[in-house]
């Protein structure tokens, strides 16, 4: 099977918005009077908006209602999308520009699958909005990663098969929502965490077209590994 399409990931892998989910959740917390340091801030990296609240909330000095919680994470939201304004097309991870030339030239089709509702705004700050023929992202589906639907929907707004597309992600639910779409996955960072892809690197600048072909080599994903691992987490609220 030849792979004729790439779906990335973007927070993490295209781009990074961790400093400012930070600043977000540190306005926050400042306002309700809880502690937050940047360690806390390192326990929220791939958690889902409501399971990082409730992280947040572990030193708050009283219990909130869900709908108080409610309240609390679209209050971070708005913050966070306060400060997303201030992104640039410098904010792109470095080798990230390059590498989505370098496969837009050799023909391959590209989309984004995130499961962020932020993604279409980062894309435009960032100005990577023209390498891509397709974009998924949170506004256009019911279930987060690890569920798969982001990627399927992304393959179809391809044209293109699951099996012919590789997906690039930084975080361990996007890896086994890769996996269940029937897609192989090149993993980004700390292998305990995103070891389940069909290869791993340290950053998006490592990838390469060979990186791409070679996956092409070896065996094919296990299609819909798992279903309790991919719908366990079904209840989450798509992140960012
Ligand atoms: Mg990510």
Known sequence: MNHQGVIFDLDGV????????????KRLAEEEGIPFTREDNHRLRGVS?????????????????????????????????????????DDALPGARSLLEALKRRGFRLAVGSSSRNAPLIMKKVDLCGFFDAVADGNDITRSKPD??????????????????VVVEDAEAGVVAA??????????????LVGAAAKVVG?????????????????P??????????????????KG
């Not at 409501?50 to 309240?71: D, F, H, P, T, W």
């Not at 798969?148 to 597309?165: D, H, S």
């Not at 996996?179 to 305990?192: E, N, S």
């Open 179 to 192: 996996r269940a779409a029937g897609m192989r996955c090149i993993g980004i960072g700390d292998p305990a």
């Open 49 to 89: 908006r409501m399971e990082s609240l409730e992280i947040l909330l572990e030193k708050a000095g009283r219990v909130y209602s869900a709908v108080e919680k409610q309240e609390l994470a679209e209050r971070k939201n708005r913050y966070y999308v306060e400060f997303l304004q201030n992104l640039t097309p």
């Open 14 to 25: 295209l781009v990074t918005t961790d400093q400012y989910h930070y600043r977000g959740w």
């Open 203 to 219: 950053s998006v600048a490592e990838i390469t077209l060979d990186t791409i072909s070679q996956l092409e080599c070896g065996n």
């Open 148 to 165: 798969p639907e982001v990627f399927l929907l992304a393959a179809e707004r391809l044209g293109l098969k699951p099996a012919e597309c």
């Open 221 to 238: 994903p296990e299609v819909g590994i798992s279903a309790a691992v991919v719908y366990q987490n079904e209840e989450q609220i798509v």
